[in-house]
């Protein structure tokens, strides 16, 4: 008898900690969101959109909208565009997060939604070629380029950024649409070459060679800026 | 001589770049924008769901007895249509009987013939003996995509012809004399089309 109520307890105690590994491995994250990542606390929201939270998307759209926007803006040039590639890059996310298996981080799947729908429309668009720019903010800004401008006059300094402005962008738009992908995504949105060919399907080594050949085409472009 | 004044390098200009943003307030109407085509997307989603579940779920008093009614036509159909499709025998039974037919009509006396209201085909009699006393019309019932060679055909004798309905007599003589294609089917030699 006695035997057996071990035996019972051994039992329910071997169910118990079943069921809290298997609390462990399903539930990662509860409890511990402090230390979450990004790739899992995005994983967490888009998990909370699936089962039919629309409000969690809202979440993600507001964490990314800047960088999606920045990535679409860089593309393309133009700021009425980037303004609308955005909005379709997020609908369409929002319409396709249910086939999202979480195989890639939320991230990427989103940089490659709106990288291909920029891509996309630049193709639809090829032959008509408009820019429009965002301001630059003078002082809000922290790169160390404002910091040189800055001994400018207050007179000089806006002619000059928006005559640097507007040839960096003339020649970003001289790049091919890959080349210039990758320098937008490398150079001013600090990805790393992994992530870059995870959003453009292609490999790292492309991802560098692409990368040197567009540095080496922008210097000539703009020889006359540069030392 | 560099046109440099201000010492800048590739990576500085592209810093620049970083520098490009909208202003703090332009996200509000981004965000607006984005919930109110969130919405539409979510209306279209479930409009065109609505437009299709009523039609096969929530009128189920009208799905029902019309989906049954739906498969019971469908059986009558498949069933009428194996009975009516003829075997591959079918089409060796109708040759033989057609010559034997043929035979035995070939056997039938004159004054038989002049009763009929139909009479001979002059080609049909010369081309093959066997049916020249034979006074019938034949229809034709070779299938498209059947070989010559197993062609059969179907005889009726013309007294299964109503001697007092004579427009139809004089219908069926007029396309025998004439060997013109007659109701939509084609009259070949030693056919006649009905």
Same mark, same amino acid.
């Given at each position: 008898?006695?035997?057996?109520?071990?035996?019972i307890?051994?039992?329910?105690?071997?169910t118990?900690?079943?069921?809290?590994?298997?609390?462990?491995?399903t539930?990662?994250?509860?409890?511990?969101?402090?230390?979450?990542?990004?790739?899992?606390?995005?994983?967490?929201?888009?998990?909370?959109?699936?089962?039919?939270?629309?409000?969690a998307?809202?979440?993600?759209v507001?964490?990314?909208?800047?960088?999606?926007?920045?990535?679409?803006?860089?593309?393309?040039?133009?700021?009425?565009?980037?303004?609308?590639?955005?909005?379709?890059?997020?609908?369409?996310?929002?319409?396709?997060?249910?086939?999202f298996k979480?195989?890639?981080?939320?991230?990427?799947?989103?940089?490659?939604?709106?990288?291909?729908?920029?891509?996309?429309?630049?193709?639809?668009?090829?032959?008509?070629?408009?820019?429009s720019y965002?301001?630059i903010?003078?002082?809000?800004?922290?790169?160390?380029?404002?910091?040189?401008?800055?001994?400018?006059?207050?007179?000089?300094?806006?002619?000059?950024?928006?005559?640097?402005?507007?040839?960096?962008?003339?020649?970003?738009?001289?790049?091919?649409?890959?080349?210039?992908?990758?320098?937008?995504l490398?150079?001013?949105?600090?990805?790393?070459?992994?992530?870059?060919?995870?959003?453009?399907?292609?490999?790292?080594?492309t991802?560098?060679?692409?990368?040197h050949?567009?540095?080496?085409?922008?210097?000539?472009?703009?020889?006359d800026?540069?030392? | 001589?560099?046109?440099?004044?201000?010492?800048?390098?590739?990576?500085?200009?592209?810093?620049?770049?970083?520098?490009?943003?909208p202003?703090?307030?332009?996200?509000?109407?981004?965000?607006?924008?984005?919930?109110?085509?969130?919405?539409?997307?979510?209306?279209?989603?479930?409009?065109?769901?609505?437009?299709? *579940?009523?039609?096969?779920?929530?009128?189920?008093?009208i799905?029902?007895?019309?989906?049954?009614?739906?498969?019971?036509a469908?059986?009558?159909?498949?069933?009428?249509?194996?009975?009516? *499709?003829?075997?591959?025998?079918?089409?060796?039974?109708?040759?033989?009987?057609?010559?034997?037919?043929?035979?035995?009509?070939?056997?039938?006396?004159?004054?038989?013939?002049?009763?009929?209201?139909?009479?001979?085909i002059?080609?049909?009699?010369?081309?093959e003996?066997?049916?020249?006393? *034979?006074?019938?019309?034949?229809?034709?019932?070779?299938?498209?995509?059947?070989?010559?060679?197993?062609?059969?055909?179907?005889?009726?004798?013309t007294?299964?012809?109503?001697?007092?309905?004579?427009?139809?007599?004089?219908?069926?003589?007029?396309?025998?004399?004439?060997?013109?294609p007659?109701?939509g089917?084609?009259?070949?030699?030693?056919?006649?089309?009905?």
């Amino acid at each position: 008898m006695p035997l057996c109520f071990e035996l019972i307890l051994g039992i329910s105690g071997v169910t118990l900690c079943s069921v809290n590994l298997v609390k462990a491995i399903t539930q990662p994250f509860v409890g511990s969101s402090k230390t979450l990542s990004e790739r899992d606390s995005d994983w967490l929201l888009v998990q909370r959109v699936q089962s039919g939270d629309v409000a969690a998307f809202d979440e993600l759209v507001i964490k990314y909208r800047e960088r999606i926007y920045s990535v679409i803006y860089n593309l393309t040039s133009n700021k009425e565009d980037s303004y609308d590639l955005s909005q379709d890059s997020f609908i369409k996310a929002f319409q396709s997060i249910g086939r999202f298996k979480g195989k890639s981080s939320f991230f990427t799947w989103l940089y490659r939604i709106a990288v291909n729908t920029s891509l996309s429309h630049l193709k639809k668009n090829r032959h008509r070629r408009f820019l429009s720019y965002e301001n630059i903010a003078e002082e809000t800004g922290s790169s160390d380029i404002l910091e040189v401008l800055a001994a400018k006059t207050s007179t000089e300094k806006p002619t000059l950024i928006k005559e640097l402005q507007h040839k960096l962008n003339e020649a970003l738009q001289t790049l091919s649409v890959k080349h210039r992908t990758v320098i937008v995504l490398f150079e001013i949105d600090k990805l790393s070459h992994q992530e870059i060919a995870e959003i453009m399907n292609c490999s790292v080594g492309t991802v560098r060679s692409r990368l040197h050949y567009a540095k080496k085409q922008l210097q000539s472009e703009l020889q006359d800026l540069l030392d | 001589m560099p046109n440099n004044p201000n010492n800048l390098d590739l990576d500085q200009l592209l810093d620049l770049k970083r520098e490009e943003k909208p202003a703090e307030d332009f996200w509000d109407g981004f965000q607006k924008d984005f919930r109110q085509r969130q919405l539409q997307a979510l209306i279209k989603k479930e409009s065109s769901w609505n437009r299709l *579940a009523p039609a096969f779920f929530a009128r189920s008093n009208i799905f029902v007895p019309l989906s049954a009614a739906v498969v019971v036509a469908l059986f009558v159909l498949i069933v009428n249509f194996q009975e009516n *499709a003829p075997l591959q025998s079918e089409y060796y039974d109708a040759v033989i009987m057609a010559e034997e037919s043929g035979a035995q009509l070939s056997n039938v006396s004159e004054s038989s013939t002049q009763e009929s209201v139909l009479p001979i085909i002059a080609e049909s009699i010369t081309e093959e003996p066997a049916t020249q006393a *034979a006074a019938s019309f034949v229809m034709d019932l070779i299938p498209n995509d059947e070989p010559e060679s197993l062609s059969y055909t179907r005889e009726f004798p013309t007294s299964t012809i109503p001697s007092d309905n004579r427009f139809v007599a004089a219908l069926v003589s007029y396309t025998i004399s004439h060997d013109s294609p007659t109701f939509g089917m084609a009259m070949r030699q030693q056919t006649v089309g009905f």
